[in-house]
C-alpha cells in the first residue's frame, strides 16, 4: 500500500480537513439520521388530537378509540424485531431509507381512508417504520459520533421526535378549521412530506463505520471516522478499538479484507443475547430492559396520546382550548429535550436519569393528587385544581424531557457490545414499544377503573422503583468509548465504576 500519510495501513489523507468540519460533518449526520424522528414523532403526536375528529366522524366507540390511539406502538414490535438483522445486512444507512419508505405509505393510507378498517391499515404499515425508525436513528448515531460528544448527538433522535410530536399537535391546532370529514385526513397525510425529504437527505449520509469494519471495508471505514473524530489520531484509535471488539486481528490493515468468520456475522447473536450472556451482557440487557420498561411505564404516552382528554377532565371544555394546552404541552417537552441534551455529556447519563425520574414521581404524584379532587367535586369549578392539573402536566413532561426522554436512547444505543449492538437495542425498542402500545390501548380502561387521578397514582408508583432500579443498577458512560463500554457491567451494581483506559489499564472509582 502507498504509505504516504499511512497509519496502520489504512490510507489517511495528507490535506486533514479542520478540527471544526468534522464537528460539523458529525453534526450533519446526526441531524439527516434524525429526521426519521420527525417523522416518527409526528405520526405519534398528530393522533392524539386527529383522535378526536376521527371518533365523530367514523363514529367510533371507545374500545375502537383505545385501539386506534395505542396499536401504532403494537405494530411497530414487527419493525423493531425485524430492524436489527435488516440493519446488520443491507446497513445502517438503506435501514434509514426503508423506514422512510414505510412512513411515506402509511401516511398516504391513513390520509385517504375512508373508513376504520383502511384507516387501521394505514396505522400498520406506519408502525413498522416506527419500529425501525426509533431502533436504527440511535444506533447509527451513536456509531458515528466521536465519545466526547456522543452524549448530545445520540439525543437528536428525542429531539427530533419531540419536534415532530409539537408539529403534529400544531398541525391538529390549524387543520381542525376545516370540515370534520377534511380536517383530520389533512393531518394524518401531510406526513407523507417529509420522508420525500428524508430519501434524498440520507444520499449525503456516509454509512456507519461500525458496519462497514463488519463487512471489512476498512479504507472506507476509516474516511468515515477521519471525518467525524476530533483529530486524526483519535480516528485511527476508533478503527483499532472497533476492529479489536469484531475480532480482526491487528495485522489485517488493507482497505478491504476478508473479515473472519464473515458469513456468521449476525448469527448466534440471539444465543449470546438470551441463552448464554456473560455476566457483563445480562447486566447491559436488564440495564436497557428496564430503563425502556421505566420510561413507558410511568405514563408519558398516557400524556402525549391523550392530553386533550386529560385537560377535558382537568376543567378546560373546549376543544380549542384543550389543542392549545396540547401545544403548550408539546412546546414545553421540545424545549426541556434540548435542554436535557445540551447537559447530557456535561452531567452524565445517570444523575439525569436519576433527576428526571425524581421529578416525574413528584409531578406525576400532585397530577393525580389534583385530578382526584376535581373528580369528586363534579359539578364545581375549582380554579386551584384546575390550575394545578395543567401545571403538573408541564411539569411532568419537562422533568421526563431532560432526562428519561433522550438519555434512555443514548444509554441504550451505546452499551451493548458492537457484535450485539442491532439485535441488543431493536430488543429495547420492542420493550418500549408494546409498553407505550399497552399504556395507549388502556389508559381510558384504567381511568374508568381507577379513575384518571388513580391512573396517574399508579404512573408515579412506577416512577418510584424506577428510581430506585436506577440508582442500584445503572452505571455512569459519560466519555468511555463504545468498545470498552462492557467493562462497567457485570457486577449488577452502579457502586463502582470501572474505568478503561484505550491502552487497557484497569482503574477502579469509588461511586
Not at 392530553?307 to 392549545?324: E, M, R, V, W, Y
Amino acid at each position: 500500500m502507498n504509505s504516504s500519510g499511512v497509519e496502520q495501513g489504512v490510507v489517511v489523507s495528507e490535506s486533514e480537513p479542520p478540527r471544526g468540519n468534522r464537528s460539523r460533518f458529525a453534526f450533519a449526520c446526526a441531524i439527516l439520521a434524525s429526521m426519521t424522528s420527525i417523522i416518527l414523532g409526528y405520526d405519534i403526536g398528530v393522533m392524539s388530537g386527529a383522535a378526536i375528529f376521527i371518533k365523530d366522524d367514523l363514529k367510533l366507540s371507545d374500545v375502537q378509540f383505545e385501539i386506534l390511539m395505542g396499536i401504532l406502538n403494537i405494530y411497530s414490535l414487527i419493525g423493531s424485531g425485524m430492524a436489527g438483522r435488516t440493519s446488520d445486512w443491507i446497513g445502517r444507512r438503506y435501514t434509514i431509507v426503508l423506514a422512510g419508505a414505510f412512513f411515506f405509505c402509511g401516511a398516504l393510507l391513513m390520509g385517504f381512508a375512508t373508513n376504520y378498517p383502511f384507516i387501521m391499515v394505514g396505522r400498520f404499515v406506519a408502525g413498522i417504520g416506527v419500529g425501525y425508525a426509533m431502533m436504527i436513528a440511535p444506533v447509527y448515531t451513536a456509531e458515528v459520533a466521536p465519545a466526547s460528544s456522543r452524549g448530545f448527538l445520540s439525543s437528536f433522535p428525542e429531539i427530533f421526535i419531540n419536534i415532530g410530536i409539537l408539529l403534529g399537535y400544531v398541525s391538529n391546532y390549524f387543520f381542525s378549521k376545516l370540515p370534520e370529514h377534511l380536517g383530520w385526513r389533512f393531518m394524518l397525510g401531510i406526513g407523507a412530506v417529509p420522508s420525500v425529504f428524508l430519501a434524498i437527505g440520507v444520499l449525503a449520509m456516509p454509512e456507519s463505520p461500525r458496519w462497514l469494519v463488519l463487512q471489512g471495508r476498512l479504507g472506507d471505514a476509516f474516511k468515515v471516522l477521519d471525518k467525524t473524530s476530533n483529530t486524526k489520531e483519535e480516528a485511527i484509535s476508533r478503527l483499532d478499538d472497533i476492529k479489536r471488539a469484531a475480532g480482526i486481528p491487528e495485522d489485517m490493515t488493507e482497505d478491504v479484507i476478508v473479515v473472519p468468520n464473515k458469513k456468521s456475522v449476525g448469527k448466534g447473536v440471539w444465543k449470546d443475547l438470551l441463552v448464554r450472556p456473560t455476566p457483563s451482557v445480562r447486566h447491559i440487557l436488564i440495564a436497557c430492559l428496564g430503563i425502556h420498561f421505566s420510561q413507558q411505564a410511568s405514563g408519558i404516552d398516557a400524556v402525549v396520546l391523550y392530553s386533550p382528554t386529560i385537560f377535558s377532565k382537568a376543567g378546560l371544555k373546549s376543544k380549542n382550548d384543550q389543542l392549545l394546552a396540547t401545544v403548550a404541552v408539546g412546546v414545553v417537552k421540545t424545549l426541556f429535550i434540548i435542554v436535557g441534551t445540551c447537559v447530557v455529556d456535561r452531567f452524565g447519563r445517570r444523575a439525569l436519569l436519576l433527576t428526571s425520574m425524581g421529578g416525574m414521581f413528584l409531578s406525576l404524584t400532585a397530577l393525580g393528587t389534583s385530578l382526584t379532587v376535581i373528580d369528586r367535586n363534579p359539578g364545581q369549578t375549582l380554579k386551584w385544581a384546575i390550575g394545578l392539573s395543567v401545571t403538573t402536566v408541564m411539569m411532568f413532561v419537562a422533568t421526563f424531557s431532560i432526562g428519561a426522554g433522550p438519555v434512555t436512547w443514548v444509554y441504550c444505543s451505546e452499551i451493548f457490545p458492537v457484535r450485539l449492538r442491532a439485535q441488543g437495542a431493536s430488543l429495547g425498542v420492542m420493550l418500549n414499544r408494546l409498553m407505550s402500545g399497552i399504556i395507549g390501548m388502556t389508559f381510558l380502561s384504567l381511568s374508568k377503573g381507577l379513575t384518571i387521578g388513580g391512573a396517574f397514582l399508579l404512573f408515579a408508583g412506577v416512577a418510584a422503583a424506577a428510581w430506585i432500579f436506577f440508582f442500584t443498577f445503572l452505571p455512569e458512560t459519560r466519555g468511555m468509548p463504545l468498545e470498552e463500554m462492557e467493562s462497567l457491567f457485570g457486577s449488577y451494581t452502579a457502586n463502582k465504576k470501572k474505568n478503561v483506559t484505550s491502552k487497557g489499564k484497569e482503574v477502579v472509582d469509588e461511586q
